[in-house]
Structures are given as structure tokens and as C-alpha cells.
């Protein structure tokens, strides 16, 4: 089985990035911003935020956090959102969800330039990728493809199961590997005989929420399996796929932590410094 190993893929990527910005850096004067709001206190919102911020600070991007309280008002949220829009040392602006409740974070996505979204939430970029029209997109899908790519898988003329239809990964996901020519099935809580959609699978991509979701028995031999979930348990960060029981029969696998956490972190960073160097008319 190989290790599709987004942890060290994420690093290299970093690297490389860091690289090209200090080249940027020479030519332009000027260094790629990105802006983080993070309303409220979820835990795990905290984590991610940092981990940007580190991962910025190593590819050389300026990264700016605003922490704001969860009494923030809509107003206040969409009056920062129009500040970061106008400030020309910002090239990407990143709205962490969930946001509290009583803020409408469709409203705040809407208001985010799109020259600027980063994390392709904005309606014009989910039409981009729709029309297959070069845009940014959604992070965490984009940074599966990328994962793949970095070890030469291609999806084109194979069988794809996504497993989950959420507009941040599953939809978006299904959409990208269309673009790739895969034959695209995408399941959700309604789908009748999933194991069965999933054993037909050669790529496997399960972004459910569910530890141990996907089992040995719904996976075809030799498939290669992408796992997007993220789940606290007592008994750590595990994925939605049963990681251990898959080991001997799948030709390629994420782990998690590792695999895909780190690459939705290192596409932010390719989608900021491209929004940098788009705005230079590079
Ligand atoms: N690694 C990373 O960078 C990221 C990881 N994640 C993780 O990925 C996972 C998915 O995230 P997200 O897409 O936001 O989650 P959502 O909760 O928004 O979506 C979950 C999807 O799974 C489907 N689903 C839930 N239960 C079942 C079931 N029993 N059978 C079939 N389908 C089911 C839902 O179906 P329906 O639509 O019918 O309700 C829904 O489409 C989570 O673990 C999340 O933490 C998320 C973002 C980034
Ligand atoms: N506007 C917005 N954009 C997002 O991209 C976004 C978001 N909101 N809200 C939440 C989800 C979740 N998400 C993750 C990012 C990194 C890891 C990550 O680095 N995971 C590490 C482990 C980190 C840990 O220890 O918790 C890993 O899998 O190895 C996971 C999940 C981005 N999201
Ligand atoms: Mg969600």
C-alpha cells in the first residue's frame, strides 16, 4: 500500500512556496497578505487558524488574524469583511466556519471580493468551477486533487465515489474530478446500497464525519482511498474510514491525521500566492 503522505506533500509545497514568494519578493517589493477572521471561540477553529498562521509564516505570507468576540454584531462582521476587501496588502481573505450563531456567514461570503476568496466559498467561484472557468477553489477538495497529482494518480476514464455532498468538500470534490474525466457517483445520507455505489469505486473519497464509516467490505481490492473525515474520539483524531482493515486490500490510502488536514492548509497558501500574483498581472 503506498501512504499518501499530505503531511510531507504539505511541507514540500510550503517550501517551494516560500521559494517563489522570496522571488516575488525581489522583483515586486511586496509580499502575498492573507487575512484570517475567526469569530468566536470554537476550539477547533482555534487550531486550524493557527496552524494557517504557522503555515503562512513558513511560505513567507504575511498572514493578519482578526479574533472577534462571538457578541460580534452582523454589521461589524460585514464592515470588516469591506475593510479587507479595499486594503491593498490583502490578497486573501478567510472567513473560518462555523461563525457564531445569529451571524449569516452566507451574507459575509457573498460581501468577500472574489479577486480576494481565497477559499472559494464565494458564489462566483463555486460557478468558476462549475463552468470548469479557471478560478479559486474550495481548499479542501483542491488540495485532494493536488495530494494525487503529487503522486501521479489520474482519475481520468475511472470510477469515482464521493461519499458526502457538502458545498465545502463533497460537491466541490465531485465537481473537480469531473473535470479530470472521472466517472463521478456521489452518495449521501439517502443513497440506497452505498456499499455496494463504493465497492464499484476505484477512487474512494469519504467526507461523511463518521469514524470507521467506510469498512473492508465496501472497498474493492486495489482502490484508492482518500480519507477527508476528521473525528474526535476518546481515542484521538480518526478519519471516516477504517484505516487498519483497509491497509491490506487498498493500493493507496490517506491517513489522518496527515493527509488531507495538512493539504486544505497547503492549497490556502497556492491560492493566496496566485491571488498575489494575479493582482501584479503576473
Ligand atoms: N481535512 C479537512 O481539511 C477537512 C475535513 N473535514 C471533515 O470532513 C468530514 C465532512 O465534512 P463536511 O462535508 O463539512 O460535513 P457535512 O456534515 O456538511 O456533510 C456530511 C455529508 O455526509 C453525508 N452523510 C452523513 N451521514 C451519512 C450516512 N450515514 N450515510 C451516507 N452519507 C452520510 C451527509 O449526507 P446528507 O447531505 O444527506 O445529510 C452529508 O452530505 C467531517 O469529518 C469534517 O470534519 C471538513 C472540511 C475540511
Ligand atoms: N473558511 C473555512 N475554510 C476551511 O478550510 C475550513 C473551515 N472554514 N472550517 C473548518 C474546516 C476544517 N478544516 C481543516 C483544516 C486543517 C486540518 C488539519 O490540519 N488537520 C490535521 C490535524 C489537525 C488537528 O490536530 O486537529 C491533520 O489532519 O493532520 C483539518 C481541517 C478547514 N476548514
Ligand atoms: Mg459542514
Given at each position: 500500500m503506498i501512504l499518501l503522505d499530505g503531511k510531507a506533500t504539505a511541507a514540500a509545497i510550503r517550501k517551494e512556496l516560500g521559494e517563489k514568494v522570496g522571488i516575488l519578493k525581489s522583483t515586486t517589493g511586496k509580499v502575498p497578505g492573507l487575512a484570517v477572521i475567526l469569530a468566536g471561540e470554537d476550539p477547533a477553529s482555534a487550531?486550524?487558524?493557527?496552524?494557517?498562521?504557522?503555515?503562512?509564516?513558513?511560505?513567507?505570507?504575511?498572514?493578519?488574524?482578526?479574533k472577534l468576540p462571538a457578541s460580534t454584531t452582523q454589521e461589524e462582521l460585514e464592515g470588516l469583511i469591506r475593510k479587507l476587501n479595499e486594503d491593498d496588502s490583502v490578497h486573501g481573505?478567510?472567513?473560518?466556519?462555523?461563525?457564531?450563531?445569529?451571524?449569516?456567514s452566507d451574507r459575509c461570503l457573498d460581501l468577500i471580493d472574489p479577486d480576494k476568496d481565497v477559499d472559494g466559498f464565494h458564489p462566483v467561484s463555486v460557478g468558476r468551477l462549475t463552468l470548469g472557468l479557471p478560478g479559486f477553489r474550495s481548499c479542501t477538495p483542491a488540495g485532494v486533487m493536488t495530494l494525487?497529482?503529487?503522486?501521479?494518480?489520474?482519475?481520468?476514464?475511472?470510477?469515482?465515489?464521493?461519499?458526502?455532498?457538502?458545498?465545502?468538500?463533497?460537491?466541490?470534490?465531485?465537481?473537480?474530478?469531473?473535470?479530470?474525466?472521472?466517472?463521478?457517483?456521489?452518495?449521501?445520507?439517502?443513497?440506497?446500497?452505498?456499499?455496494?455505489?463504493?465497492?464499484s469505486?476505484?477512487?474512494?473519497?469519504?467526507?461523511?464525519?463518521?469514524?470507521?464509516?467506510?469498512?473492508?467490505?465496501?472497498?474493492?481490492?486495489?482502490?484508492?482511498?482518500?480519507?477527508?473525515?476528521i473525528n474526535r474520539t476518546d481515542a484521538g483524531l480518526v478519519?471516516?474510514?477504517?484505516?487498519?482493515?483497509?491497509?491490506?486490500?487498498?493500493?493507496?490510502?490517506?491517513?489522518?491525521?496527515?493527509?488531507?488536514?495538512?493539504?486544505?492548509?497547503?492549497?490556502?497558501?497556492?491560492?493566496?500566492?496566485?491571488?498575489?500574483?494575479?493582482?501584479?498581472?503576473?
Open positions: 487550531v486550524y487558524v493557527r496552524n494557517k498562521e504557522r503555515a503562512c509564516a513558513e511560505a513567507g505570507i504575511v498572514s493578519k488574524g482578526y481573505i478567510l472567513l473560518q466556519l462555523p461563525v457564531p450563531q445569529g451571524l449569516d494525487l497529482d503529487r503522486y501521479g494518480l489520474d482519475v481520468s476514464g475511472k470510477k469515482a465515489v464521493v461519499i458526502g455532498r457538502s458545498n465545502i468538500v463533497g460537491k466541490p470534490l465531485a465537481l473537480m474530478l469531473l473535470q479530470r474525466n472521472a466517472t463521478v457517483t456521489v452518495c449521501h445520507s439517502r443513497t440506497a446500497n452505498l456499499a455496494e455505489e463504493v465497492r469505486a476505484d477512487f474512494v473519497f469519504a467526507a461523511v464525519g463518521r469514524p470507521l464509516f467506510v469498512t473492508r467490505d465496501m472497498v474493492k481490492d486495489g482502490a484508492v482511498v482518500v480519507d477527508v473525515g478519519g471516516d474510514c477504517d484505516f487498519k482493515a483497509l491497509e491490506s486490500k487498498v493500493a493507496a490510502m490517506t491517513p489522518v491525521p496527515g493527509g488531507v488536514g495538512p493539504m486544505t492548509i497547503a492549497q490556502l497558501l497556492i491560492n493566496t500566492v496566485r491571488s498575489f500574483e494575479m493582482k501584479q498581472g503576473l
